[in-house]
């Protein structure tokens, strides 16, 4: 079997695992409704209390279309790899990526690529419709343009994710039952990404966040499709994207390697 047929089979395997588990996606999908809900009643409350103007630099409409965005976009580039590949390493399951030719790194990708494929049609779909619909009642446009620029944002922003929480997943190597450790590292990275609010909240603390990947994730994603950010700084948040996956992916292949040679040396 060549290589590519090999993680054509993971890719496959990706997709078959996102339609045995679709009603628990989709259950996780209607909780994420009611996230943003909540929290298009408090930015109301908020805005109404200080008399409407802008608030760290959105008005209400931006602000209501950010967080229907933002809401459906942080489930969609979500990952949940991690806590298998702990327990792979725990186990010792790790081990038959060492004696077979199949590299551990472009197999996960490409089963987070196969199930991601299969939820992204579902979730694009309400996405931009829930976009569009936010758009007309607010008077705020989405034009073809931002539908065209937000496109490789938001693939990028999915194999931003897959790499960070790739490098993350080999704290596995020296520590043990790390589940909650996992949980609290993707609400930071949510609450960085500007998954639950954007980043320009966190005042003069955002210019250290912008040179920070998490907010190529969700922050840059959503602003390119709300307009916020198009032409030439599209195009160099783009291009911020791609050197950020370069840098992570270097970042993670030093990690696993120290980690496997932890591994190995022990008898995983």
Do not use: C
């Amino acid at each position: 079997m060549t290589s590519i047929a090999k993680y054509q089979r993971a890719f496959a395997l990706g997709m078959q695992q996102a339609l045995e588990y679709r009603v628990n996606f989709l259950l996780h999908l209607t909780s994420a409704f009611f996230q943003i809900f909540i929290q298009l009643f408090l930015w109301t409350a908020v805005f109404r209390s200080t008399g409407g103007g802008t608030m760290f630099g959105y008005t209400y409409q931006q602000m209501m279309l950010y967080t229907v965005i933002a809401g459906l976009l942080n489930r969609l580039v979500r990952t949940g790899f991690e806590s298998e590949v702990a327990e792979d390493i725990k186990s010792g399951g790790l081990s038959k990526y060492i004696v077979r030719p199949v590299g551990h790194f472009t197999y996960r990708l490409s089963v987070f690529l196969g199930l991601k494929s299969a939820q992204t049609g579902l979730v694009s779909l309400l996405l931009l419709a829930a976009a569009i619909a936010v758009a007309r009642l607010t008077g705020l446009p989405i034009l073809a343009s931002q539908v065209a620029w937000f496109v490789p944002a938001f693939i990028l922003a999915f194999v931003i994710n897959f790499v960070l929480f790739y490098a993350v997943s080999a704290i596995g190597f020296w520590l043990s039952d790390i589940g909650f450790f996992f949980e609290a590292v993707r609400i930071v990275f949510i609450l960085l990404s500007g998954g639950i609010f954007p980043l320009s909240v966190f005042g003069r603390a955002e210019r250290f966040l912008n040179w920070l990947p998490f907010r190529y994730t969700i922050n840059f994603p959503v602003d390119v499709l709300t307009g916020r950010i198009a032409g030439r700084d599209a195009l160099v948040g783009i291009a911020a994207q791609l050197l950020w996956i370069l840098v992570l992916f270097g970042i993670s292949r030093v990690v696993w390697a120290r980690g496997m040679r932890k591994f190995v040396a022990v008898g995983g």
